[in-house]
Every structure is written in structure tokens, then in C-alpha cells.
């Protein structure tokens, strides 16, 4: 167990699901927590202190330290009051992990606009407002000669990396998630910041919204279990971890796939300007068959996985 003792973290949305996993898992291994949760429902609306202080009590019972704190991701200053939450709490902030998330699932033709904007400022937005509040915080005390090593962990999503049906909001949003992870490790490597994330997979309230209820197996390992998608987030966060950066970590049960995202493919050059009709002609004589996404069931089998809907 990588050995994060003297460390503090910030879990967001760590008061369910995949993160309260996150904040146990990095409470074991030695860091101070900072459960932040707002408490909404699953559409994001409402707020409930309770969830975020019922890990605290959790992580308490394990002899570790954490504090609650309910600020909303999505709103800036928010956000900057929960960075100062945990320096003011434990003196430092070492581990930032983005996690709160919503959904507002609805076919493209559908979808309202309260459905984009909602799930667009929770996910993406609720990345960036924590992430730049951090990332000045660490700028400071690299500029003022500390040899910094902190850490983000981002989550995206199979939805954000593969494309699912039903997703337009979510799935941009988990996608826009990856861009700024791409982004802000190459900009925040300067400081000694990695910045990383994960497509998680997990029976929480969010899936079986979605898919029904997921039993787990009557025996034996649970590839569904929230806490399987801990471990690469322990790991990232060592201090052995530092030249890894800027990479999207898909996991199920015990598969963990760094993915290949965007990279040069096809190759159409021409010495000039192309013409319609040519650069046509060459899309067809090159993909006789067309040419359209495999869609998130069949990309999550070629990564190792599986759908929860396939349980
Ligand atoms: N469960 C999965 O299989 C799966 C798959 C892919 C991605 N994810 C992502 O993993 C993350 C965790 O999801 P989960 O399945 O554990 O869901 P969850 O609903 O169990 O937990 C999310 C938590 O975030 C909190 N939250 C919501 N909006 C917030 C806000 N504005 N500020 C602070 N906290 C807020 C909620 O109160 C909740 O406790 C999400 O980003 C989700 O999109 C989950």
C-alpha cells in the first residue's frame, strides 16, 4: 500500500458511491480527508449534510482524521472556500480527487436545456472551479521554492470516452473532462502536479438508476464493487507516481486500461488544397464499408470490461 501518510486530500462527492470508496481507500493509506459532499439527489437538487459526515464518522472509526465540507463543486468561490476548508482544517493539501457528479439522462431529440446545463456545470465546470483553486495554491508554493508533489484525480467516464446513448450531456461533459485533464497536466506539470483521471465502473445509486438493480455474485469477487476503483487512485497519488501524467485510466472489477485517446489515424495528404470531389472519392475507396462508432458496449469489451446493463 503506497504510503500516504503526512498527506491531505480533497475527495469531492466523497460522501457515496465510487467516492466515499476513494476517501476510505486513501484514508487507509495515511492521508487526512476532506469529505466534500453537497448531498444532492441524483439529479443534483437539494443539499443533506448528512452523507459527507457519515464518511468522516467512517473514516474516524478506522483511526484516520477527515472533515466534512458541503460546498457545491460548481460554484467558483465554492469551490475556493473548500480549498481553504482543507488547508485551514490540516495545514496542506496534497490530493485532489474530482468525483461529485449528476445525471440527467434523456435522448438528444428531448433533452431540455435545464437537462445540458445542469449536468454540463456539475461535471465540468465542478472540475475546473477545484482545479483552479489547487492549482494556485500549488503555484504558490512552488514559486516560494518547495519541491511540490500533488496530485488530480478526474472522472470521466466510459459515456465521456466511448459515447453512450442517451448521454449528450453527460457523456460531453465526462469527454470535456479528458481534454481538461490533457490540458491542465501539461500546464500544471511545471508546478509538480499530475493531473490523471478515471472512466469508473460500479454498482452506486447512479447505475442502477440506469440499469435497474445489480445484484452481486453470490460468491466470490464483486467486479461491480464501488471500492475496485480505488486502487488506481491510491497509486497515482505516491509520491513514486510523479511521471505519470496526463492519462485516463478505464477500470472494471480488476481490469485497469490506460486508453489510447486521440491520436493521428488516417492519413489524407495532399500536396495542395484538396478538392470535394477527390477527398469523396478517397473516403470512399478507403472505407468501402463507412465508417461510425463502435458504441460504448462494444468498446468497454475490447477495454476489458463489461456494461453494468450486461450483469
Ligand atoms: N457508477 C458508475 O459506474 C460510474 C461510471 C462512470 C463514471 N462515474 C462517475 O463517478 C462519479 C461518482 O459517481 P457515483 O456513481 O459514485 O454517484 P453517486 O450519486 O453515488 O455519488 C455522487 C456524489 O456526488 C455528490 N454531488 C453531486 N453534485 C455535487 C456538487 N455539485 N457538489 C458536491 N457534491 C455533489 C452527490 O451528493 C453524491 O453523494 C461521478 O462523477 C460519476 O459521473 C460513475
Same mark, same amino acid.
Request: net charge negative.
Given at each position: 500500500?503506497?504510503?500516504l501518510?503526512?498527506?491531505v486530500?480533497?475527495?469531492t462527492?466523497?460522501?457515496?458511491?465510487?467516492?466515499r470508496?476513494?476517501?476510505?481507500?486513501?484514508?487507509?493509506?495515511?492521508?487526512k480527508i476532506?469529505v466534500?459532499d453537497?448531498?444532492?439527489? =441524483?439529479a !443534483?437538487?437539494?443539499a443533506?449534510?448528512?452523507p &459527507?459526515?457519515?464518511?468522516v %464518522? +467512517?473514516?474516524?472509526?478506522? #483511526?484516520? /482524521?477527515?472533515?466534512?465540507?458541503?460546498e457545491?463543486?460548481a460554484?467558483?468561490?465554492?469551490a475556493?472556500r473548500?480549498?481553504?476548508?482543507?488547508l485551514?482544517a490540516?495545514?496542506?493539501?496534497?490530493?485532489l480527487?474530482?468525483?461529485a457528479?449528476?445525471?440527467?439522462?434523456?435522448?438528444l431529440v428531448?433533452m431540455?436545456?435545464?437537462?445540458?446545463?445542469a449536468?454540463?456545470q456539475v461535471? =465540468?465546470k !465542478?472540475?475546473?472551479?477545484?482545479t483552479?483553486h &489547487?492549482?494556485?495554491?500549488? %503555484? +504558490?508554493?512552488?514559486k516560494a #521554492?518547495e /519541491?511540490v508533489?500533488?496530485?488530480?484525480?478526474n472522472t470521466s467516464?466510459?459515456?465521456g470516452v466511448?459515447?453512450n446513448?442517451?448521454?449528450a450531456?453527460?457523456?460531453a461533459?465526462?469527454?470535456g473532462?479528458?481534454?481538461?485533464?490533457?490540458?491542465?497536466a501539461?500546464?500544471l506539470q511545471?508546478?509538480?502536479?499530475?493531473v490523471?483521471a478515471?472512466?469508473p465502473?460500479?454498482?452506486?445509486?447512479?447505475?442502477?438508476?440506469?440499469?435497474?438493480?445489480?445484484p452481486p455474485?453470490?460468491?466470490?469477487?464483486?467486479?461491480?464493487d464501488p471500492?475496485?476503483?480505488?486502487p488506481?487512485?491510491?497509486a497515482l497519488c505516491?509520491?513514486?507516481?510523479q511521471?505519470?501524467?496526463g492519462?485516463v485510466?478505464?477500470?472494471y472489477?480488476?481490469?485497469?486500461?490506460?486508453?489510447?485517446?486521440w491520436?493521428?489515424?488516417?492519413?489524407?495528404a495532399?500536396?495542395?488544397r484538396w478538392d470535394?470531389?477527390?477527398l469523396?472519392?478517397?473516403l470512399?475507396?478507403?472505407?468501402p464499408e463507412?465508417?461510425?462508432?463502435?458504441?460504448?458496449?462494444?468498446?468497454?469489451?475490447r477495454?476489458?470490461g463489461?456494461?453494468?446493463?450486461?450483469?
Open positions: 500500500m503506497p504510503k501518510e503526512g498527506k486530500a480533497i475527495v462527492g466523497g460522501g457515496r458511491g465510487i467516492g470508496e476513494h476517501a476510505i481507500a486513501l484514508a487507509r493509506a495515511g492521508a476532506l466534500n453537497l448531498g444532492a439527489s =441524483l !443534483g437538487e437539494g443533506d449534510e448528512g &459527507a459526515h457519515g464518511v %464518522r +467512517e473514516i474516524e472509526g478506522l #483511526g484516520g /482524521e477527515a472533515a466534512a465540507n458541503g457545491n463543486v460554484d467558483f468561490a465554492g475556493k473548500m480549498v481553504e476548508a482543507a485551514e490540516f495545514g496542506r493539501l496534497d490530493i480527487v474530482n468525483n457528479g449528476i445525471l440527467r439522462d434523456r435522448m428531448n431540455e436545456e435545464h437537462e445540458w446545463d449536468v454540463v461535471h =465540468l !465542478g472540475h475546473f472551479a477545484p483552479r &489547487a492549482a494556485a495554491h500549488w %503555484r +504558490e508554493r512552488s #521554492g /519541491e508533489r500533488a496530485r488530480v484525480i467516464s466510459p459515456s466511448f459515447g446513448v442517451g448521454q450531456n453527460y457523456g461533459a465526462k469527454a473532462i479528458v481534454g481538461f485533464t490533457l490540458i491542465a501539461q500546464e511545471r508546478y509538480g502536479v499530475t490523471n478515471i472512466a465502473n460500479a454498482r452506486t445509486r447512479m447505475t442502477e438508476a440506469a440499469f435497474g438493480e445489480i455474485p453470490e460468491e466470490g469477487f464483486d467486479p461491480a471500492a475496485n476503483n480505488s488506481i487512485v491510491v505516491a509520491d513514486e507516481a511521471n505519470v501524467t492519462q485510466f478505464f477500470v472489477g480488476g481490469v485497469v486500461n490506460m486508453l489510447r485517446g491520436e493521428a489515424g488516417e492519413l489524407f495532399s500536396r495542395e470535394p470531389d477527390e469523396l472519392h478517397e470512399q475507396d478507403r472505407l463507412g465508417a461510425a462508432p463502435p458504441g460504448m458496449l462494444e468498446s468497454m469489451h477495454a476489458g463489461q456494461s453494468m446493463r450486461e450483469r
